[in-house]
């Protein structure tokens, strides 16, 4: 699985939305880029992937360059409840019981 | 909204002491996981499971680790000898077809 870049931290005004950047240089034709959050050592959530359009779901926005070598997830209008760690893994398909491979993450702070 | 349930919340054990953590997986989700965060690090996958036998593991999932599905609902995680190092968020997770995996709350374990 292609390696991912992501900032250590972040902050977030509340109603403002949050865009965090994601690298991954070395992605292949067959990877998927998901984001999930962990809300302090709580389970982590999955919150959206994709492959090369952009998506959106009740959650947020996944935008991914065309060349596919980065992406950014945009909360829309963060909450103070959206304060979590952010991951962004790229996975293959290939493997059926394929695993996560969680980074270090970006630590979002959203401020009141 | 169906989701992955664990127990216990938090189990506290002595060194040397065999273990059972405990997962219900989503009902009609096919591939079940470990994952374990200690204290200030990352997520860690452990192991995947489809179809009654393990796919995947991890370097960490040794001899002292074991998975089992014993009733086609529950999933459990085994350490038959726990060590310090063992001391860990420990989080199951299920997916069906599709590729975003839900996990669940976590157990934390303490090993003293």
Request: with cysteine.
């Amino acid at each position: 699985d292609a390696k991912t870049t992501q900032p250590p931290s972040m902050d977030c005004a509340e109603g403002r939305a949050a865009n965090l950047p994601c690298n991954h240089s070395t992605i292949s034709g067959n990877e998927y880029v998901y984001w999930y959050r962990q809300i302090h050592s709580q389970g982590p959530q999955y919150i959206i992937h994709g492959l090369k359009n952009n998506e959106t779901n009740e959650m947020a926005s996944l935008i991914i360059t065309e060349d596919r070598k980065s992406s950014t997830l945009i909360l829309p209008h963060a909450t103070l409840r959206d304060t979590a760690v952010y991951y962004c893994i790229v996975r293959g398909v290939s493997g059926s019981a394929r695993q996560l491979t969680f980074g270090s993450g970006t630590q979002l702070t959203v401020l009141p | 909204e169906p989701e992955v349930t664990q127990t216990p919340s938090h189990q506290v054990t002595q060194m040397g002491q065999e273990v059972i953590l405990r997962c219900v997986p989503i009902s009609n989700h096919l591939y079940f996981y470990w994952y374990r965060q200690i204290l200030g690090q990352k997520v860690e996958f452990l192991v995947s499971f489809y179809n009654n036998e393990i796919s995947e593991k991890s370097e960490i999932f040794d001899d002292q680790f074991s998975v089992e599905r014993p009733d086609g609902s529950n999933f459990t995680l085994k350490i038959r000898s726990t060590k310090l190092e063992d001391s860990a968020m420990y989080f199951c997770a299920s997916r069906a077809t599709h590729y975003e995996q839900y996990f669940g709350p976590g157990t934390r374990l303490t090993v003293t």
